[in-house]
């Protein structure tokens, strides 16, 4: 069986993407994959330094903002990788986490790392969706 999808780059506003050549998120078919998104800002500077909450809060509310611009739910994400480069802020992270996935619970990674793009970074987030995908009830 021959499966073909339609393939769309969304774009997230940061010039890193352009540069580098990637898609914020990649939506082919039915799947949306988010590419790893830290809390830089347009202009370049980073969210919420040595604030972990402040910069996972920020990073949720730009992904999910951009998977809802292209009609995807919080229900329909079925995976999330974290990475910090602090484990001991991973319950300020995982707070954030919380405020959108709780009720869904995604497939979920925290992941300790040495370093991230910059000093300042201590928070990385990529996202996997499927539309359509959800939750089965009794």
């Not at 830089?40 to 990073?59: L, R």
């Not at 969706?129 to 089965?136: P, R």
Request: glycine share 8%; hydrophobic share 40%; net charge negative.
């Amino acid at each position: 069986m021959d499966c073909e999808f339609k393939r769309t780059n969304v774009h997230g506003g940061a010039a890193y993407e352009d540069f580098a050549g990637y898609a914020r998120i990649a939506i082919a078919g039915p799947f949306a994959y988010v590419s790893g998104t830290t809390a830089v800002t347009p202009e370049g500077t980073v969210y919420g330094e040595g604030d972990a909450y402040a910069q996972a809060k920020y990073i949720f509310d730009k992904l999910v903002g951009l998977l809802k611009q292209n009609g995807y739910t919080c229900e329909e994400v079925v995976k999330v990788n974290i990475w910090t480069t602090d484990v001991s802020k991973n319950n300020d992270i995982t707070k954030a986490y919380a405020e959108y996935f709780k009720e869904f619970r995604p497939a979920c990674s925290w992941i300790g790392v040495a370093s991230l793009n910059r000093p300042t970074q201590l928070v990385e987030i990529e996202m996997q969706a499927i539309k359509g995908a959800k939750i089965a009830t009794a």
